[in-house]
């Protein structure tokens, strides 16, 4: 899962990009890069590994060598959460075509992306590309050049048709126009917006909150399957370019969206409080008891409040999290996940001994987390845990974004209740049913492939994406 945005139409775009990666780092830590287009000098590129706030600086007016950047009206960004290919620098976004004048930026995964790269091969005897950020960029800038009339809706229809997977991408070329479109599925999602000051001012990003963050007031989610243009000249058009079931990802409500956000037309923040309220129902038919509820922070925090309201029981703040460390699922190995936790919870002992502790998680996928934050509990003497979540049981792999693509590294894989809280240690745990997670986030339809096993996709590729995956993650632990 990365974060993605595009700029156009205000000068000091890089600026402006910058401030919306700040608000899109909990989609990815590997890294960033910001892209600006200037008229002489063509494309400015700047990627750097690690945080943000650690390798880009906002660019000052009384800075002669800025100059040419803070002219610029159009940026491109991206921050990066690995799942093809390594966590290697040169992986970094946006990726430039020279040849057909193209920059794009990609959130998502190819289904399908290693059948693909030994096609590559074959038709054109190049090198293959590295991932399957590039091989979008590939595909979309080969039809480009070989159009005599270059239609960028043409381009898009056969990257929709060759590519199989769940994706949005946003990009720009190099006399200045900005694109971004979605999978056919709209498994990944993408906004678009406008500033009601200035309808000449575009944006087109991961979720609303950065551009609400830069000013943008009018929002639109662009559609499944659809491509929005804009020209050089500041001309919007879109159009639908291949339509199929609507299937957002469930665990951008969940877990990776900014509770600030709103995605599909339903706001996190809502959408988190009615996963507490279901939560809350599944507990009562239990008939469990505590003493107090607290959320692993922070993406749970708001079904951890709501739960506690729903069923009359205090609700506190016990695991106290280090604001210096970043988010753990989406580190690259078990190993470093373990790490990061020890650093990053700390209990309030006083609060948890001989208590019967609910601890609410967004959801379990591995267990890793889990089961540290129980042995951690006790330590300091917790009578009982019962570790809740707001998603159901994670049973299957993902193949559109999310760094799970084995069953057998998933806690909940062929197991029952009983037998996940012996695994992670826990008095009982309590998952969030499907219905609850459905009537929450209120979607006419979502993609649970990784609950249920039915995906919005052919999965034909799936095992050969799975191995390869596990080697390429093998080599990173290697390396690291």
Same mark, same amino acid.
């Given at each position: 899962?990365?974060?993605? =945005? ?51 600086? @906002? ?51 190819? =289904? ?77 999602? &993408? =906004? ?8 000449? =001012? ?35 058009? *879109? ?147 019962? &570790?809740?979540?707001?998603? @159901? ?44 997670? *459905? ?42």
């Amino acid at each position: 899962m990365c974060g993605v =945005v595009v700029i156009r139409g205000v000068k000091g775009a890089y600026n402006l990009a910058l401030s919306a990666l700040m608000n899109l780092q909990h989609r990815g830590q590997d890294g960033a890069g910001i892209l600006t287009v200037n008229q002489n000098k063509g494309f400015q590129l700047k990627r750097e590994p690690g945080l943000i706030s650690n390798s880009f600086q @906002p660019l000052l007016k009384n800075q002669t060598a800025d100059a040419i950047i803070l002219n610029d009206t159009v940026a491109l960004g991206h921050t990066r959460y690995s799942t093809v290919g390594s966590n290697d620098p040169n992986l970094l976004q946006p990726f430039i075509h020279k040849g057909a004048g193209l920059a794009l930026a990609h959130n998502g995964n190819l =289904v399908n992306f290693y059948d693909l790269k030994k096609q590559w091969v074959n038709d054109y005897e190049t090198k293959e590309p590295v991932s399957d950020s590039s091989m979008l960029l590939n595909l979309l800038a080969q039809k480009l050049l070989a159009q005599n009339a270059p239609s960028f809706f043409n381009a898009v229809d056969f990257v929709m048709h060759e590519c199989i997977g769940g994706y949005a991408i946003v990009g720009v070329l190099d006399n200045g126009a900005i694109f971004g479109f979605r999978d056919p599925n709209g498994i990944r999602p &993408l =906004v678009l917006g406008v500033k009601t000051d200035n309808e000449s =001012v575009y944006g087109m990003a991961s979720e609303s909150l950065p551009l609400s963050f830069l000013g943008f007031d009018r929002f639109t989610d662009i559609k499944p399957g659809q491509a929005i243009y804009i020209d050089e000249f500041g001309q919007k058009h *879109e159009k639908i370019i291949k339509e199929s079931t609507v299937s957002p990802c469930m665990f951008e409500w969940v877990y990776f969206a900014r509770v600030e956000s709103t995605i599909n037309d339903r706001a996190i923040y809502q959408a988190r409080f009615d996963l507490g309220v279901n939560l809350a129902k599944a507990i009562q038919e239990k008939q469990i008891t505590a003493d107090v509820v607290c959320c692993v922070p922070e993406t749970s925090r708001i079904s951890a409040l709501a739960l506690a309201q729903t069923l009359d029981i205090p609700y506190r703040e016990l695991l106290i999290k280090n604001r210096y460390i970043n988010r753990t699922f989406i580190l690259d190995s078990g190993t470093a996940r373990a790490e990061a936790i020890e650093y990053k919870l700390f209990p309030i002992q006083s609060e948890i001994k001989d208590k019967t502790c609910i601890i609410v998680d967004d959801s379990i996928v591995r267990g890793t987390t889990a089961a540290q934050i129980v042995r951690i509990l006790r330590k300091c003497g917790v009578k009982k845990v019962i &570790l809740a979540s707001t998603c @159901p049981p994670i049973i299957s792999p993902c193949y559109y974004g999310l760094d799970f693509p084995d069953s057998k590294e998933l806690i909940s894989y062929q197991k029952t209740d009983q037998e996940i809280a012996r695994d992670l240690g826990a008095n009982e745990v309590v998952f969030q049913s499907l219905h609850g997670l *459905e009537s929450s986030l209120k979607q006419k339809h979502l993609c649970t492939g990784c609950i249920s096993g039915s995906y919005p996709t052919s999965i034909e590729s799936a095992t050969n994406f799975t191995n390869t995956r596990k080697n390429d993650r093998k080599v990173n632990e290697k390396i690291l």
